[in-house]
C-alpha cells in the first residue's frame, strides 16, 4: 500500500488560498470506506494553518498532485464555482499501457449512483517506451506518457476513460490491468498508481492562479525504467 509523506508539501499560500502537492495514499478526508486509514490532507492542512479550513475539490486516495483548500468560505464558494462551471483548468499526467494516439478526446458517459453524467477528458501523448519485457505474447511491452485535460470532474473519470480506450492507468485498481499492476509490483518493484494531479488553474480577484505540482518520486522512478534502454 502506498504510504503518505509525513510532512505538508506546500505549493501556494496566500491569505485566502493554500495548495498542497498530495502524496500517493494519503486520503482527502475520512471516508468510511477506507477505515484503515488514520491521517488525512484535511486535518494536516487545518493543524498546518492553525483554522478552519476548506475543500475545494478532491484526488482519489491514489492520485498525486494538486489539492487546493480555501481558508474561508467566500473563497470556497468562488472556487467551487469555478470548478462547477469548467472555467478550471487542470492537468494530470499519466502512463498507460500500450500506444495511445497523438492526441484525443475522451467523449464517453460515465455511471454513478446509478447516475448517468456525460464526460469528456482530451488527452496528448507525450512520450512513447518500449521495454524488453514480454507481454501478451509479444517480446516487448509498450507504455505511453499521457498528458490529461478532463473537462468535466466525474469520480473515476481519468482512470474509467483510459480503461474505456483499452490503454488502462499502470497501477490502477479496479479500472485497470491486473496482470500489468502484478508486472510492475512483483518485476519492477512500483506499486503505486501512476496519475498526477500535475496542475491547475483558477482566477481569484482577478487574478490568474496557477499552481503546478512536481512528480512524485515514485513517478520519476517509472519514467527512469521506461527510459533504460533496451539490452
Known amino acids: 500500500m502506498d504510504t503518505p509523506s509525513e510532512s505538508l508539501e506546500v505549493l501556494y499560500e ?14 482527502v478526508h475520512r471516508s468510511n470506506i477506507a477505515k484503515d486509514a488514520h491521517e488525512f490532507a484535511l486535518q494536516k492542512v487545518r493543524k498546518y494553518c492553525g483554522q478552519r479550513i476548506y475543500l475545494c475539490h478532491r484526488l482519489d486516495r491514489k492520485t498525486s498532485g494538486v489539492l487546493i483548500f480555501a481558508k474561508d468560505q467566500h473563497t470556497n464558494q468562488v472556487i467551487q464555482s469555478q470548478f462547477r462551471s469548467q472555467l478550471v483548468i487542470k492537468k494530470y499526467k499519466a502512463i498507460v499501457r500500450g500506444y495511445v494516439n497523438e492526441s484525443g478526446m475522451i ?49 473515476h473519470q481519468i482512470r474509467k476513460h483510459f480503461a474505456h480506450i483499452r490503454h488502462p492507468i499502470i497501477g490502477d485498481r479496479p479500472h485497470g490491468c491486473n496482470k500489468q499492476n502484478k508486472i510492475w509490483k512483483y518485476e519492477f518493484g512500483i506499486d503505486t498508481m ?10 481569484l480577484e482577478d487574478l490568474d492562479i496557477q499552481i503546478i505540482a512536481p512528480l512524485s518520486s515514485e513517478f520519476k522512478k517509472a519514467i527512469n525504467f521506461l527510459e533504460s534502454p533496451m539490452e
Open 14 to 27: 496566500s491569505e485566502s488560498v493554500i495548495a498542497i502537492n498530495k502524496p500517493h495514499g494519503l486520503l
Open 107 to 155: 467523449d464517453y458517459a460515465l455511471k454513478n449512483n446509478d447516475k448517468i453524467q456525460e464526460a469528456q477528458t482530451a488527452y496528448t501523448c507525450l512520450r512513447q517506451f518500449e521495454i524488453k519485457f514480454p507481454s501478451n505474447g509479444f517480446p516487448t511491452s509498450r507504455y505511453s506518457l499521457v498528458e490529461c485535460q478532463p473537462k468535466t470532474g466525474r469520480f
Open 194 to 203: 501512476l496519475l498526477h494531479a500535475e496542475q491547475i488553474q483558477f482566477n
